[in-house]
């Protein structure tokens, strides 16, 4: 297919506001980009307009997060170069592109956990006062940024300390303080609940009346198209589409991203629903920071061999805590699980995994992934039992292991050898999938499965859960905040509201009653 590039900046003959919505500010030209023998970008062009939202769309290992890294300076093109106000410039790192006004939130998150708000913030340009460093200076304006946000956070709580959705907020913070006047969000809103992706919303809508640039990478599709002006595809590391925002519609998008006739799938027929593979029975998990409150409370649910079941619910309902306990990583206060009619309450997640009860958790980077380790340590880590002996391992078993992990859930990488940061974001969540289903369970648990995933390979995802449930028995729970992925292949929706189970529907529900059951609005 044919490179598509953005118009050129309009005339001396138009408008004002014309001008200013055409004004380019910052280009890619024929920019390639290779890691090894994979080719990430193959000459692409592609423009960002002062005071707008670009939105780059594309599957995952699209190309889109090379791109945005070699426009904030973290890395460099193989070939191609890069032109800021018409001028060609070379980042050497993202302090150059940061003292042009350049800055990234990148869609891995790349805090420092031991630190507190104030110093992720500031860290390598701490405001300097007649004394060092002016400590209540930095806690005044993390205050105002949090503020903005809508996140009351104490400026002196550490990191490790704060949900996955608040510590997104504080990477977005982190950037907004520099005062960019280009600024690139990857994936910005994948942690962040409803009324937090509103307050960003909001804060870059306020940007733009400021002139500020904004490039926007999201899988979440609608929600994108409620903020851009200019929408770009990448497929393949290639540019294949350009529009502005009232030329395209979500089947635009989705069309030109994967091809025409897409769907996520739907609950699978025609195999045996069994007996009972887990059960959970008056189920209670206590809030870690106000011990004395519930987060799931007195909760009971049975799932069967072949089901899957999806779990909704807004941020707080209690999801993650729950999927959490049944895998054994936080402690239960009441209740009990039970696997296969045993009481596994009192296991270890190793346990738990040796008996066939495994966990895909939210957040990969932290909880899912060695970072040091290879694509194929990784796949390989949680099923070592299967090839090794005492001291010793078996190279061949193990590789066998990696190849069929690899081939089965579809994963884009330079082979077993490469640096699991070499991989998208998404192909980074399949390699977490693939550790799991190598263990050969029999309960699977997917904590958001699709965050950071697009919709080809969310499509993929679920495909290989509705097989593993057809063909293999296995009972599938996953949790979700997006309500179009309740509708895809579960035969059972659970909507979850403040710890307690507040509705329960069949595949043929809608999503207005999916939502107002869990307590969200539906807008007209």
Request: net charge negative; hydrophobic share 40%.
């Given at each position: ?350 346990e738990r995994i040796d008996n066939g009860l495994v966990l895909v958790p939210e957040d990969r980077q932290r909880d899912g992934l060695v970072q040091t380790m290879s694509v194929g340590e990784n796949l390989s880590l949680a099923s070592i039992k299967a090839f090794t002996k005492g001291l010793l391992t078996s190279g061949s078993r193990e590789r066998g292991v990696i190849d069929e ?47 950071g995933i697009d919709i080809g390979a969310k499509a993929e995802v679920f495909k290989l859960l509705a097989e593993g449930a057809a063909r293999q028995g296995l009972a599938v729970i996953f949790s979700t905040s997006e309500v179009g992925e309740c509708l895809s292949i579960a035969h059972r929706i659970v909507v979850m509201s403040r710890g307690h189970i507040a509705a329960e529907f ?19």
């Amino acid at each position: 297919m044919s490179h598509v590039n953005a118009p050129a900046p309009t005339s001396g003959a138009e408008t004002d506001d014309a001008r200013r919505d055409d004004e380019v500010v910052l280009s890619a030209r024929n920019v390639a980009k290779s890691f090894g023998s994979v080719q990430a970008l193959k000459t692409v062009n592609f423009d960002v307009f002062r005071g707008q939202v670009t939105t780059l769309f594309g599957e995952n290992g699209a190309g889109k997060s090379t791109l945005m890294k070699v426009l904030s300076g973290v890395i460099q093109p193989t070939s191609g170069e890069i032109v800021l106000d018409g001028e060609p410039v070379r980042f050497a790192s993202t302090t150059d592109a940061t003292r042009l006004g350049i800055s990234i939130i990148h869609q891995e998150l790349s805090l420092a956990p031991n630190l507190s708000v104030r110093d992720n913030i500031f860290m390598g340009r701490e405001i300097k006062g007649p004394t060092g460093i002016d400590f209540a200076e930095e806690v005044r304006q993390t205050r105002a940024l949090m503020e903005a946000l809508d996140e009351p956070i104490d400026p002196l709580t550490p990191v490790e300390d704060l949900r996955l959705g608040q510590q997104q907020i504080v990477e977005i913070a982190r950037a907004l303080s520099v005062n960019s006047r280009i600024l690139i969000m990857d994936e910005p809103t994948s942690a962040l609940s409803a009324s937090e992706v509103e307050v960003l919303f909001r804060v870059i809508r306020d940007l733009k009346s400021r002139g500020v640039s904004i490039v926007y990478i999201s899988h979440h599709l609608e929600e994108a198209l409620t903020i851009t002006d200019h929408a770009v595809v990448l497929r393949d590391g290639v540019m294949t589409a350009y529009a502005k925002r009232a030329d395209i519609d979500l089947e635009w998008i989705v069309r030109n991203m994967v091809g025409d006739n897409f769907d996520l799938g739907s609950p699978p027929t025609g195999h045996t629903i069994g007996e009972v593979a887990l059960a959970i029975e008056e189920v209670s998990v206590a809030d870690v920071n106000v011990p004395e409150r519930s987060v799931v409370d007195r909760l009971s649910l049975a799932v069967r061999a072949g089901e899957i079941v999806c779990i909704y619910g807004l941020m707080g309902a209690g999801r993650t805590e729950l999927l959490e306990c049944i895998a054994g990583r936080v402690p239960l206060t009441g209740g009990r699980v039970l696997l296969e009619g045993s009481d596994i309450s009192r296991l270890s997640i190793a346990e738990r995994i040796d008996n066939g009860l495994v966990l895909v958790p939210e957040d990969r980077q932290r909880d899912g992934l060695v970072q040091t380790m290879s694509v194929g340590e990784n796949l390989s880590l949680a099923s070592i039992k299967a090839f090794t002996k005492g001291l010793l391992t078996s190279g061949s078993r193990e590789r066998g292991v990696i190849d069929e992990s690899i081939a089965s859930v579809h994963i884009k990488t330079d082979g077993p050898r490469a640096d699991i940061g070499s991989l998208s974001g998404g192909n980074q969540q399949k390699v977490v999938i693939g550790k799991m289903l190598a263990t050969h369970p029999r309960v699977v648990l997917l904590d958001e499965p699709s965050r950071g995933i697009d919709i080809g390979a969310k499509a993929e995802v679920f495909k290989l859960l509705a097989e593993g449930a057809a063909r293999q028995g296995l009972a599938v729970i996953f949790s979700t905040s997006e309500v179009g992925e309740c509708l895809s292949i579960a035969h059972r929706i659970v909507v979850m509201s403040r710890g307690h189970i507040a509705a329960e529907f069949g595949a043929d529900v809608s999503k207005e009653q999916i939502m107002a059951a869990s307590g969200e609005s539906v807008v007209a």
